[in-house]
C-alpha cells in the first residue's frame, strides 16, 4: 500500500520496511533484516538530513542488526554515527541515546573489550533515561556477559535472572521475545550445578522456539545443546 500510494523511494515507505526488518530480527533472520535496514537507511538517508532522528534510528537499527550477525567491521560505521548523532541530539539522559549504547555495549563484548563495554554500562547505570523493559533485560544481559568475561559466575546468574524476570513479567513466560533471555539465564544455571532448575526452564520452550525462529536463528543453536 505504501509503495502503491507514495512510491518505493519516500520517507513514507521506509516505515514498513523497518517495521518488517525488525520482525525478522525478532526471529532471527538476521540477513534479511540487515538487507530491509539497509534499504531503509538507503531511503531515509536520500531524502532526510543525517542528523534526523529517524536516520539516526535507522542507523541504529541497522548496526544492532549487524552485531547481532556477528559482522563487527560492517556495524562499526553506522553505530558510531547513531551514537554520535543520539547524544548530540538528545543528550546522556534519553532513551534514544540509551538504546544505542546498549548496542555499542554489545558490539564492545562482542569485540573483547570489556573493559570498554563495562564504561558503556556506567553511562546505562546513571542515565536519567526512561528504560523499557526489554531495555532493562538488555541492560542486565549486559551486565552478565560482562561479570562472566571477569570470572564473576555469582553475579552473571544474579544478572541473567533479573534480566529473565524482567521480560517474563512485561510479555509472559513463552512469549518469544522471553526466549533468548530464559535459555541464557538456564545457562548459568547449569553452569553453575543446578541442571534441573536450567532443564525446567528450557524444556517448555522448545515447540516455541522451534515454530516461531528462523531455521538459522542463533537461539535454536542454543537450543540444540539441551538437546
Same mark, same amino acid.
Given at each position: 500500500?505504501?509503495?502503491?500510494?507514495?512510491?518505493?523511494? $519516500?520517507? $513514507?515507505?521506509?516505515?514498513?520496511?523497518?517495521?518488517?526488518?525488525?520482525?525478522? &530480527?525478532?526471529?532471527?533472520?538476521?540477513?534479511?533484516?540487515?538487507?530491509?535496514?539497509?534499504?531503509?537507511?538507503?531511503?531515509? $538517508? %536520500?531524502?532526510?538530513?543525517?542528523?534526523?532522528?529517524?536516520?539516526?534510528?535507522? =542507523?541504529?537499527?541497522?548496526?544492532?542488526?549487524?552485531?547481532? %550477525?556477528? =559482522?563487527?567491521?560492517?556495524?562499526?560505521?553506522?553505530?558510531?554515527?547513531?551514537?554520535?548523532?543520539?547524544?548530540? =541530539? !538528545?543528550?546522556?539522559?534519553?532513551?534514544?541515546?540509551?538504546?544505542?549504547?546498549?548496542?555499542? +555495549?554489545?558490539?564492545?563484548?562482542?569485540?573483547?573489550?570489556?573493559?570498554?563495554?563495562?564504561? @558503556?554500562? %556506567?553511562?546505562?547505570?546513571?542515565?536519567?533515561? #526512561? !528504560? @523499557?523493559?526489554?531495555?532493562?533485560?538488555?541492560?542486565?544481559?549486559? +551486565?552478565?556477559?560482562?561479570?562472566?568475561? #571477569?570470572?564473576?559466575?555469582?553475579? &552473571?546468574? &544474579?544478572?541473567? #535472572? @533479573?534480566?529473565?524476570?524482567?521480560?517474563?513479567?512485561?510479555?509472559?513466560?513463552?512469549?518469544? !521475545?522471553? +526466549?533468548?533471555?530464559?535459555?541464557?539465564?538456564?545457562?548459568?544455571?547449569? $553452569?553453575?550445578?543446578?541442571?534441573?532448575?536450567? #532443564?525446567?526452564?528450557?524444556?517448555?520452550?522448545?515447540?516455541?522456539?522451534?515454530?516461531? !525462529?528462523? @531455521?538459522?536463528?542463533?537461539?535454536?543453536?542454543?537450543?540444540?545443546?539441551?538437546?
Amino acid at each position: 500500500i505504501h509503495a502503491a500510494v507514495s512510491g518505493e523511494s $519516500s520517507a $513514507s515507505y521506509a516505515m514498513p520496511l523497518n517495521n518488517l526488518a525488525y520482525a525478522n &530480527e525478532d526471529l532471527g533472520d538476521y540477513a534479511q533484516a540487515i538487507a530491509l535496514y539497509e534499504r531503509s537507511l538507503a531511503i531515509r $538517508s %536520500a531524502v532526510l538530513p543525517d542528523t534526523d532522528p529517524v536516520v539516526l534510528r535507522a =542507523r541504529q537499527n541497522l548496526a544492532r542488526a549487524l552485531t547481532g %550477525a556477528g =559482522r563487527l567491521e560492517a556495524a562499526r560505521a553506522p553505530l558510531e554515527a547513531a551514537l554520535a548523532g543520539m547524544r548530540a =541530539r !538528545f543528550g546522556e539522559d534519553d532513551a534514544n541515546t540509551a538504546k544505542v549504547e546498549l548496542v555499542q +555495549a554489545d558490539w564492545l563484548l562482542r569485540s573483547g573489550r570489556v573493559d570498554e563495554a563495562n564504561d @558503556t554500562l %556506567a553511562l546505562l547505570q546513571e542515565s536519567g533515561a #526512561r !528504560f @523499557t523493559p526489554l531495555m532493562l533485560a538488555r541492560r542486565d544481559a549486559v +551486565a552478565a556477559a560482562i561479570a562472566r568475561a #571477569r570470572d564473576d559466575p555469582a553475579l &552473571e546468574l &544474579e544478572k541473567r #535472572r @533479573t534480566a529473565y524476570e524482567t521480560m517474563r513479567e512485561a510479555s509472559g513466560a513463552m512469549h518469544p !521475545f522471553v +526466549a533468548q533471555f530464559a535459555l541464557d539465564y538456564a545457562q548459568a544455571l547449569s $553452569s553453575q550445578g543446578h541442571a534441573a532448575q536450567a #532443564r525446567a526452564l528450557v524444556d517448555p520452550l522448545r515447540s516455541m522456539i522451534d515454530s516461531t !525462529f528462523a @531455521t538459522d536463528a542463533p537461539i535454536r543453536r542454543q537450543l540444540a545443546h539441551w538437546r
